[in-house]
């Protein structure tokens, strides 16, 4: 239950750049967010939320593959 209220946070109420890109700190923040994708596509696997933390995993890892517009 604590992982699904946190993976909530990040989508629905965590900073986010004008790109979409999670901002969970001024350095290293990218990394920040590939690390919460991969949060998310485990619990995805788990059961928790699967289509919808699988979507927002693959836009943070789009992103930082260059498809940041």
Sequence with gaps: VSV???MD?????????PKGLLFLGEW???RLAAHA???MLQAADLGLT???Y???AKTQ???ALGDGG
Aim: glycine share 8%; hydrophobic share 30%.
């Design 28 to 30: 290293g923040s990218l």
């Design 50 to 52: 699967p289509d919808g």
């Design 9 to 17: 946070y990040l989508i629905n109420d965590q900073q986010k750049t």
């Design 4 to 6: 699904k209220k946190y």
């Design 54 to 56: 699988r979507q927002f």
């Design 37 to 39: 994708a991969l949060i």
């Design 61 to 63: 890892i789009d992103y």
